[in-house]
């Protein structure tokens, strides 16, 4: 089976979010189960050389902004087969895949990423000017949203088509006057093609013109055909309930793993837990500057500073929280408010609280072997990869009991403790009460450490490697091949609705 899966950032070559780490790593596992596979995604400043990537196509000037080049190399380290969209004019240039060094939207986003999915459907097509089909074009996110309109609005054959929304939040809209510029027909513009309050949607161009539709965890998938989760797509999608399912995300295990990670001050495994988190803890505070201190909670935090993730919380809490001895150390930007929040925290509280603004690859995976308690407030999380690396790491997560959260951390009660199965501290609500109520139970059992080295195990024995992902995937996949056998993990619908 040959499968063509697009995005608009895979790592390492791009990442912004969640997104790149599973385009970098879901591949790897499908390869693993026997797909002959091909990733699609701009060529960004550097990434064709990254990539050692050369010519292979021209794909025309489909909007007239200077011709399209498909760029063939290979994914970084694991050598994956990589096709890049290289138009100079929409994507050679300094800054981030949707943003400039300010942090403002590109203006012309609605052009780079229709080129984006019109690439992705050129190539999927039976006369592309490539010599490999694919079976099965696998989008994912608005970027890449009007793939599956394009095939439709071409109506030769065409591949199976999945669509994964990774954040229902994104919805890629634009002004009306685009249709044509993209050539796509007037008549989608409409309440049942991508239309949606008088804007064009690459969202639900994905979501109307798919033929199956995944998202990131199965609790996800339910949430979002709610008006609470929706954000004004939950009829869509509650009309297409029979198509929709979730899959829940996996974790690189090659890359976040205590007992082989390169930036870590010591690797360490269950049988050494304690020590090996010992050392990493003392070097973090003194690589940030906060006082060495054993005993003190180390909470960490890995996030977008933004509402959605609860960040907002965080703050409120944090004085009862670091009169019980705990320290604060976040990694993350976002709302400019936020982050001045949290400097002026680390500026009144130096022997408490430190913290980087931006992102740093090497420091979030110290952080995750450094820290003794993860917190992540998320409003909502479709999925969330960051409470699924600290279990691995020992390093327990305090959630808001949503997503994917609820779908991967077991809440430390009484009888999940006893029974072995307690791996964090989730809460039901939103709110700083909650969240401060959830962290002072992790708290009190971090006093206990035999109590919390069993909560340890627990948590760095879970398994969520991506070939339980990929085998359901697999089986996707192969319901839309007619000559495909079946085999593999049967995909679930989630026709079964939350209550508004």
Known sequence: MKLLFASSEIFPLAKTGGLADVAGALPIALHRAGLDLRLLMPAYRGVARQAEARKIANLGDPFGLGDTILLEGRLPDNHLPLWLIDNPRLFDRDGGPYQDSQGVDWPDNDMRFGLLGWAAARLSQANSPVAWKPDILHANDWQTGLAPAYLKAWGDSRPGLVFTIHNMAYQGLFPPALVPRLGLPWSFYAMEGFEYWSQLSYLKAGLVYADKLTTVSPTYAREIQTPAYGFGMQGVLADRAADLG?????????????????????GYGIGDVRPGKAANKAALQRELGLPQIPDAPLLVVISRLSDQKGMDLLPAVMPAVIAQGAQLAVLGSGQASQEQAFLALAEACPDHV?????????????????????????????????????????????????????????????????????????????TASAFQWAIERAIGLYRHPDQWARLQANAMRQDFGWDHSAAEYLALYRSLRSDEPPGGVPFRPQTETLPP
């Open 354 to 430: 430190a913290m980087h603004v931006g992102y740093a690859e090497d420091l979030a995976h110290r952080l995750q072997a450094g820290g003794d308690i993860l917190l992540m407030p998320s409003r909502y999380e479709p999925c969330g990869l960051t409470q699924i690396y600290a279990m691995r790491y020992g390093t327990l997560p305090v959630v808001h009991m949503t997503g994917g959260l609820a779908d991967t951390v077991v809440d430390a009660t009484y009888d999940a403790i006893l029974q072995g199965t307690a791996t964090g501290f989730r809460f039901d609500q939103p």
């Open 246 to 266: 979730g899959i829940l995300n996996g974790a690189d295990y090659a890359i976040w793993d205590p007992a082989r990670d390169r930036h870590l001050h010591g």
